[in-house]
């Protein structure tokens, strides 16, 4: 598998565009991953394709449900926070060419991170990529070879191999994390402990967001 190169300038088709639909945005800590207990921006885009059916952002799905705002009002409210991560997430963010809010973004001084499914072409330069495949449309190979994070919800035990499907995927580098899904971690967490302990290439992801109540 090949190293990663960072920062990532992708391709994509569409033409960038200067407004995106925006579900939510705000300032918080990251709650998931490499990251997790930093300051980050949150920039949440409508709009998805995948549907997961424990998605607890449903309302994200529909793009046509939530204003369109030009790039340089999101990064505008953005810089008005001390913190230089911006999340870029969703519903599922690679629906939309991001090439102009990543540049906007870079020029305030900002890392661009995302969470992506990777069922969409890649666009925007990336700082950091966190990929949570789904078993409901599944990631392309260059999303794959991309991800500096792989983090795979475990929702039943059969998911165990299914993430080890995709660690065989990503590039060497790669971050490899589990994390329960929320309505289940009490059953599933003590089986992810045990898996790791029997896999210690894999860590422990947790949504301390939701511990610790904050968006």
């Given at each position: 598998?090949?190293?990663?190169?960072?920062?990532?300038?992708a391709?994509n088709?569409?033409t960038?565009?200067?407004?995106l639909?925006?579900?939510?945005?705000?300032?918080?800590?990251?709650?998931?991953?490499?990251?997790?207990?930093?300051?980050?921006?949150?920039?949440?885009?409508?709009?998805?394709?995948?549907?997961?059916?424990?998605?607890?952002?449903?309302?994200s799905w529909?793009?046509?449900?939530?204003?369109?705002?030009?790039?340089?009002?999101?990064?505008?409210?953005?810089a008005?926070?001390?913190?230089r991560?911006?999340?870029?997430?969703g519903?599922?963010p690679?629906?939309?060419?991001?090439?102009?809010l990543?540049?906007?973004?870079?020029?305030?001084?900002?890392?661009?991170?995302?969470?992506t499914s990777?069922?969409?072409?890649?666009?925007?330069?990336?700082?950091?990529?966190?990929?949570?495949?789904?078993?409901?449309?599944?990631?392309?190979?260059?999303?794959?070879?991309?991800?500096?994070?792989l983090?795979v919800?475990?929702?039943?035990?059969?998911?165990?191999?299914?993430?080890?499907?995709y660690?065989?995927?990503?590039n060497?580098?790669?971050?490899?994390y589990?994390?329960?899904?929320?309505?289940?971690?009490?059953?599933?967490?003590?089986?992810?402990?045990?898996?790791?302990?029997?896999?210690?290439?894999?860590?422990?992801?947790?949504?301390?967001?939701?511990?610790?109540?904050?968006?």
């Amino acid at each position: 598998m090949r190293d990663i190169v960072m920062p990532i300038a992708a391709t994509n088709n569409n033409t960038p565009v200067t407004a995106l639909p925006v579900m939510e945005s705000f300032y918080t800590l990251q709650g998931e991953g490499f990251h997790q207990g930093r300051a980050a921006y949150f920039i949440r885009l409508g709009g998805c394709d995948v549907g997961c059916h424990w998605c607890d952002v449903k309302d994200s799905w529909d793009a046509a449900k939530h204003p369109v705002i030009p790039v340089a009002d999101i990064v505008k409210e953005a810089a008005q926070h001390p913190g230089r991560i911006a999340v870029i997430t969703g519903g599922e963010p690679l629906m939309h060419n991001l090439d102009a809010l990543c540049k906007a973004l870079h020029q305030q001084g900002f890392r661009t991170h995302m969470e992506t499914s990777g069922s969409s072409p890649l666009s925007g330069q990336w700082d950091w990529i966190t990929l949570s495949p789904k078993k409901f449309k599944a990631p392309l190979p260059e999303v794959c070879q991309q991800a500096h994070e792989l983090k795979v919800v475990i929702f039943n035990k059969s998911d165990f191999a299914w993430a080890e499907q995709y660690a065989a995927k990503v590039n060497r580098h790669c971050k490899l994390y589990l994390q329960p899904e929320w309505s289940r971690a009490a059953e599933i967490t003590p089986l992810i402990i045990d898996y790791i302990k029997a896999n210690p290439q894999w860590e422990l992801s947790l949504q301390i967001h939701k511990y610790i109540n904050v968006p």
